[in-house]
């Protein structure tokens, strides 16, 4: 399936900043890398109701871990890159990056928080 996408919108819930392109979000990655951080990549797309339904979750993960997490929004409908470079097929896709910038877990579909705490403390945090 060949699907063309226009540029990369990324929504970086914590700390609130917004990236617009490729760069951007490399650079939003090594900026958690350089503080320590774990990275959840949240991959969908606005419309897509699973998509919609990780909002809640996503914040709620933000607000909680606050200064450890950085939680990274990439409308996949937008940046078709970073969804090949994800190896993204379906969505919603979750994808965890350890400190060191390294895959370490990956979860399609929606996610319940009651779900992702237990990877969160597995990974440290």
Do not use: N
């Amino acid at each position: 399936m060949s699907i063309k996408f226009a540029s990369l919108v990324v929504l970086l819930l914590l700390p609130a900043q917004s990236c617009s392109d490729a760069g951007d979000i490399d650079s939003a990655l090594h900026k958690a890398k350089a503080d320590g951080r774990i990275v959840l990549l949240e991959l969908g797309s606005a419309g897509c109701t699973p998509c919609e339904q990780m909002k809640p979750v996503v914040a709620r993960l933000s607000d909680a871990y606050k200064g450890k997490l950085d939680v990274i929004f990439v409308d996949v409908k937008k940046d078709h890159d970073t969804a090949a470079r994800f190896g993204v097929y379906m969505i919603p896709v979750q994808v965890f990056l350890d400190k060191d910038g390294r895959e370490f877990h990956r979860h399609l579909g929606f996610y319940d928080y009651d779900e992702i705490t237990p990877v969160l403390r597995k990974a440290g945090i």
